[in-house]
């Protein structure tokens, strides 16, 4: 199983999380991001219960907290796809998954409302689909999240553009943040398996770009979608003129199959060096996270194979 300490995010760090409010040893929140107060209280119920006290959540205190033997973390074992999604999401959003799945923000930016993992929004259009499908396929579980104002949401994906605009902003406080309920109500829908099942779908067009984007620079592992994947979410493309100055840094690694971590650092470098110099560093920080495996994004710690299963190992 996966080891659980500083860095560590998730529904099974959550869970440690309530173990410890629970028992009156934390007071902290329950968000999933294994930080200094939830080692601390980890050290504290160690120290209690007799075990070695490392403020670390291994096998020997998992099953002193459930009675249980630990099991995978849940992320671990879904499709590279939703893994791909997750983390690609938990950048944009600057949460763990599943609370990726639920990033809400409202109209900073003109587009009224951008909810999921990949902030699909209401201006464009690209919002609209994914809620309809959820209405389609599943309109007991919509009805169940929303409750009296199903029919509201129900009538405004049934109005023109302008209409749902309109809507978007009448929910939102100052400083665009979306009002209660309706807050929770999205972040509801985001949490469902049902509904991440949608954006993961939505998400299929990008993901197949990405294989094929590997494809071309002869990459096999389960990290390089992960990395052609964000640059498709972040970056688009990547531009021929990048491409050539990539071609021409693999060359250099000499005549023998090039280290792949090594042609990837070459990818995130090249392809961040494109951006907005103001946006350089921060693209350069989250694209080289991915190649390496580890690393820190907006004060945030990724590693990748722990808390996402992406690896070197080769993408089914």
């Known amino acids: 199983m996966a080891i659980y300490q500083i860095g560590s995010k998730g529904p099974e760090v ?3 999380q309530q173990f410890l409010r629970d028992r009156g040893l934390s007071s902290g929140p329950v968000d999933g991001i294994f930080g200094g107060g939830t080692e ?3 050290r504290a119920f160690q120290k209690a219960a007799g075990l070695p006290i490392d403020g670390q959540v291994g096998p020997s205190t998992w099953t002193a907290m459930f009675g249980e033997a630990p099991q995978p973390p849940s992320l671990l074992t879904q499709p590279l796809a939703f893994r791909c999604l997750a983390l ?3 950048f944009e959003t600057d949460a763990p998954p599943p609370e990726c799945f639920a990033g809400l923000t409202g109209d900073f930016d003109g587009q009224g409302l951008s909810f999921g993992a990949l902030q699909w929004c209401l201006g464009q259009g690209r919002l609209q689909p994914l809620l ?3 209405r389609q396929r599943f309109p007991d579980r919509l009805e169940a999240v929303f409750g009296a104002r199903n029919a ?3 009538a405004m994906l049934d109005a023109p553009l302008a209409a749902q605009m309109e809507w978007a902003r009448s929910i939102q406080a100052p400083r665009f943040r979306v009002d209660e309920p309706w807050r929770g109500c999205f972040k509801a829908l ?3 398996p049902e509904y991440q099942g949608i954006e993961v779908e939505a998400a299929e067009a990008l993901f197949a770009a990405a ?4 494809h071309r620079f002869a990459l096999t592992s389960q990290r390089a979608v992960a990395l052609m994947f964000d640059i498709r979410v972040q970056n688009g493309e990547i531009p021929p003129a990048i491409e050539a100055a990539i071609r021409t840094d693999m060359a250099a690694l000499g005549p023998t199959p090039p280290d792949e971590v090594a042609v990837l650092r070459i990818i995130a470098n090249r392809r961040a060096e494109d951006c907005k110099p103001a946006f350089v560093e921060d693209v350069r920080r989250r694209k080289l996270a991915i190649a390496e495996g580890v690393g820190i994004v907006h004060g945030n710690t990724y ?8 690896d070197l190992s080769p993408a089914q």
């Open 303 to 310: 590693d990748l194979a722990g808390q996402y299963g992406i």
């Open 152 to 154: 509201e949401l129900v």
């Open 14 to 16: 959550g869970r440690i």
């Open 211 to 214: 294989r094929g984007m590997c």
């Open 132 to 134: 309809r499908t959820m």
């Open 190 to 192: 985001g949490r469902t």
């Open 40 to 42: 601390g209280t980890v």
């Open 88 to 90: 690609s999401g938990a």
